[in-house]
């Protein structure tokens, strides 16, 4: 059974740094492209990050490049999202996805940026 | 960057009656693989998303055959043949042609 398991989230202050973690089991985790998806509150779904099968492409969207930085650990079967320089507009739920169809997500896991 | 427009923005069905959910995107989501990139994905109130259609008609595994998808380069159909009560929540459509992948604001369907 596919499972991916999020951790790391919480309250942060601005202008600050969070990593999340995405542990993946019940697949070949190398074979995939990964992503993360976030929703804020109440809103839709926006995707953050995607990363290739060996870390060495990564792609953002506008709204995160240059803050948040995805890679993976294959022998770990771990994902992860270090995110800095934190804005009040990245509080959201973070989800990982398997790519190439997003057809696995994990619970997500909940960050908050206040002061 | 490629707009996903959903409508309606909300939907009300009677159990056992159809619905349909629409989508358009900005720019034609078929590759010149002849791949038509786009998905289909409800979130069930409080849970996560989950993948139903997959390259525009293809059914994700374990989703009940009552969901469909069709459509051109452009505009997208997801129907919802029998409506169970089970089928309530927010079905959103998302491309997945291109970087940065979008996804339509989103369409909530709710039981009458």
């Known amino acids: 059974e596919v499972q991916l398991v999020e951790s790391g989230g919480g309250l942060v202050q601005p202008g600050r740094s969070l990593k999340l973690s995405c542990a993946a089991s019940g697949f070949t985790f190398s074979n995939y492209y990964m992503a993360w998806v976030r929703q804020a509150p109440k809103k839709g779904l926006e995707w953050v990050a995607t990363i290739s099968t060996s870390g060495s492409r990564t792609y953002y969207p506008d709204s995160v490049k240059g803050r948040f930085t995805i890679s993976r650990d294959n022998a770990k079967s771990s994902l992860y999202l270090q995110m800095n320089s934190l804005k009040s507009e990245d509080t959201a739920t973070y989800y990982c996805?398997?790519?190439?169809?997003?057809?696995?997500w994990g619970q997500g896991v909940m960050v908050t940026v206040s002061s | 960057d490629i707009v996903m427009t959903q409508a309606p923005l909300s939907v009300s069905v009677t159990p056992g009656e159809s619905a349909s959910i629409s989508c358009r995107s900005s720019k034609s989501l078929l590759h010149s693989n002849g791949i038509t990139y786009v998905y289909w994905y409800l979130q069930k109130p409080g849970k996560s998303p989950q993948l139903l259609i997959y390259r525009m008609s293809n059914l994700a595994s374990g989703v009940p055959d009552r969901f469909s998808g069709s459509g051109s380069e452009t505009d997208f159909t997801l129907k919802i043949s029998r409506v169970e009560a089970e089928d309530v929540g927010i079905y959103y459509c998302g491309q997945l042609l291109e970087n940065p992948l979008t996804f339509g604001s989103g369409t909530k369907l709710e039981i009458k």
């Open positions: 996805a398997r790519h190439g169809q997003l057809d696995y």
